[in-house]
Nanobody, 126 residues
Framework: QVHVVESGGGMVQAGGSLRLSCAASGRPFGIYAMGWFRQVPGKERELVAT????????YYVDSVKGRFTISRDNAKNTVFLQMNALKPEDTAVYFC???????????????????WGQGTQVTVSS
């Protein structure tokens, strides 16, 4: 059984930083793409960043480019999201997800992700 668990959320003032971590277990970690998504009440879940199986390719939504960095440590079965220069509009529940396809590339399609974590709240105050 695959488990995906996020950690590192919290409350921070605008301009601050947080680092989210996501640990996945239950199947080989290093052959699946990983993604970070976020959702606010009343809105659809949206892609924040995605990274391919090897970490050689990444993609960011325009609103976080230059502020957020996605990375992975396949030896530790973990993917990270470093969030700098946080803004109040970054407030959301952040979800980590693992791709469906072995040796998967980056993708923003939610249907391309098979396993999801429970989410971690990030709150940025002005």
């Amino acid at each position: 059984q695959v488990h995906v668990v996020e950690s590192g959320g919290g409350m921070v003032q605008a301009g601050g930083s947080l680092r989210l971590s996501c640990a996945a277990s239950g199947r080989p970690f290093g052959i699946y793409a990983m993604g970070w998504f976020r959702q606010v009440p009343g809105k659809e879940r949206e892609l924040v960043a995605t990274i391919n199986w090897s970490g050689s390719n990444t993609y960011y939504v325009d609103s976080v480019k230059g502020r957020f960095t996605i990375s992975r440590d396949n030896a530790k079965n973990t993917v990270f999201l470093q969030m700098n220069a946080l803004k109040p509009e970054d407030t959301a529940v952040y979800f980590c997800a693992q791709g469906r396809t072995e040796w998967g590339g980056i993708t923003g399609d939610l249907a391309s992700y098979e396993y999801w974590g429970q989410g971690t709240q990030v709150t940025v105050s002005s």
